[in-house]
């Protein structure tokens, strides 16, 4: 069973690193918020058959009666979160989408990757305690950062910057949804999450932008694969491959995703790293590792 679920995050891990080559693409005919908003929308619709079959796989006569009693207080939480999740994902992809505009996939892929580091340390205002690794992890992290991000000339990029911005509002994202996915469903929210990004992303959409349907049917392959397999299926396959995993274990897994974004820019698209790139990637997925080692517990 757990080598179907280390399978499972794996799958994952690739259907999200190659999403930044289908969302390069698709910059390609749509602008970012018409990309966002139609791609949001998508995997919102995606996810209405997961919801059902989920929820007739985890219905029990045993549990049934509880969830009927526990209905209005996570009816609440869930509508809030979802709404306070869709509107951080909507500033994040929004970031992201139009920093890639400016920056490659592969670079893309592992500045993004920076809120696996970024999430403990704004742990500190949760009076969370950090351990010597992370400290460390963040200081290899910011190192790759520089190399991977800062030219030569002490520039940093346009795209680079918005895609580490994204990584920011995506960390205040995994801390809201850190708090609301004991106390709701975490599909359900997920899917009222892609629904309130996408209605978010329309006005934006008609006011900066020239949406066209043709546009749309040119890249509907980038579209399909954002919407369908990025937010719908993958995010079904960690719910379930999660399922009784060491949530450490399950976090290294998933951070394969900035690697497959490398790997998929490389072979799709013909993106090129300089060795002062590719040093820099190289620190910030052994930072990435090292903030999801688990720390050794005391036993008294």
């Not at 998508?42 to 058959?49: Q, R």
């Not at 890249?219 to 379930?240: E, K, N, R």
């Not at 002062?276 to 005391?298: D, H, N, Y």
């Amino acid at each position: 069973m757990k080598t179907k679920n280390v399978c499972m995050l794996i799958l994952t891990a690739f259907i999200w690193g190659t999403a930044f080559v289908a969302q390069s693409v698709g910059m390609d005919y749509l602008g970012p918020f018409t990309f966002n908003g139609i791609r949001s929308l998508i995997g919102g619709v995606a996810l209405l058959p997961c919801i059902c079959f989920l929820g007739k796989w985890k219905r029990t006569a045993e549990n049934s009666a509880k969830e009927e009693n526990a209905a209005g207080a996570g009816g609440r939480d869930l509508l809030t979160g979802g709404i306070a999740c869709g509107i951080l994902l909507f500033g994040a992809s929004s970031l992201q989408q139009v920093g890639i505009q400016y920056t490659t996939a592969g670079k893309a892929g592992f500045i993004t990757a920076c809120y696996i580091v970024i999430v403990p340390v704004l742990g500190i205002f949760l009076k969370k305690k950090i351990g010597w690794k992370v400290w460390a992890a963040v200081v290899l992290a910011v190192v790759g950062l520089y190399f991977l991000c800062i030219t030569e000339s002490l520039r940093i990029g346009k795209g680079d910057f918005l895609v580490f911005l994204c990584a920011l509002v995506f960390s205040l994202h995994i801390l809201v949804i850190d708090y609301f996915a004991p106390r709701a469903d975490g599909v359900k929210m997920s899917c009222i999450q892609f629904f309130v990004c996408g209605i978010l992303s329309l006005p934006v959409m008609f006011f900066t932008e020239t949406p066209a349907i043709e546009g749309m049917i040119a890249g509907w392959f980038p579209l399909f694969y954002a919407g369908v397999l990025s937010c719908g299926v993958a995010y079904t396959l960690q719910i379930v491959g999660q399922k009784d995993m060491n949530p450490a274990v399950a976090a290294l897994i998933l951070s394969l995703e900035s690697c497959f974004s490398v790997l998929a820019g490389w072979a799709l698209l013909g993106e090129q790293m300089s060795t002062r790139e590719t040093i820099g990637c190289v620190l910030m997925f052994a930072a990435i590792i090292l903030a999801q080692l688990p720390e050794k517990s005391k036993n008294i």
